[in-house]
């Protein structure tokens, strides 16, 4: 074959080669993107319905950025969490967080391990530091308002309770009210503050809520 030959031979090789590799959707980075949120948006709905082990399986095959992506790292913490494994989940949500400090969900999961593990105080610390950031977000002042009062801080857990609306966008009011006479030892109170809570928000608006004082000892 003459070089001309050859040379137009490539010529004409090389067109196709580079359509075969754009074909490729494994190269394609909305592709990878979507197949991302499939995979996240599955593992979430195992983890929802309590299956955590099929959750945790799904993420593992994920390998490179897509496995270092924040809201996987994110929520394999999270699933580690509901395993018990706190060290573990403690250590992604840090390392989301040196990646990025402002990262919400790793801050609030974080609080969250360090609550469970009953350091109140380290739980405090985490929540005070959102609310700093996001003064306004309920969930997040409820859980400064949990830890005061695990740690005795009751006056200021009575002025946190204060500042909550009754009715307002989310529950806390009323659980805060639960939590304050639960600690009082009227259970009868707590349990009207909750029904009512309840009644009021439907489709899942307590759940979060109730994960929070789900552990709680008094």
């Known amino acids: 074959m ?6 137009l031979l ?14 490729d959707p494994s190269s394609d980075p909305l592709v990878m993107q979507r197949r ?3 995979v996240l948006r599955q593992s979430t709905q195992h983890y929802e319905a309590g299956e955590y082990q099929t959750a945790l399986g799904l993420l593992e095959p994920l390998q490179g950025a897509a496995g270092q992506d924040l809201s996987v790292l994110n929520l ?3 699933i580690l969490t509901k395993l018990g494994k706190h060290e573990e989940a403690a250590a992604l949500f840090q390392s989301i ?7 919400f ?3 609030f999961n974080l609080g969250e391990v360090e609550f469970l593990r009953g350091n109140h105080a380290g739980a405090l610390e985490v929540f005070q530091g959102m609310r700093r950031r996001d003064p306004r977000n309920e969930l997040v002042r409820f859980k400064v308002f949990l830890c005061q009062l695990l740690l005795n801080q009751d006056d200021e857990a009575q002025k946190m309770a204060r500042g ?5 966008g989310t529950p806390a009011w009323y659980y805060a009210q639960a939590m304050l006479a639960r600690k009082a030892g009227d259970e009868a109170a707590a349990n009207d ?4 809570a309840r009644a009021i928000y439907l489709d899942g608006g307590c759940r979060l809520f109730d994960d929070s004082v789900a552990t709680v000892g008094f």
């Open 105 to 107: 969900p790793a801050s």
């Open 76 to 78: 394999r913490g999270a």
């Open 164 to 168: 909550f609306i009754p009715a307002g």
């Open 2 to 7: 003459s070089r001309l030959a050859a040379v």
């Open 36 to 38: 991302l949120a499939m």
């Open 10 to 23: 490539l010529a004409l090789l090389s067109p196709a080669a580079a359509q075969e590799t754009a074909a």
């Open 97 to 103: 967080l040196a990646t990025n400090p402002d990262y």
């Open 193 to 196: 503050h909750l029904s009512t």
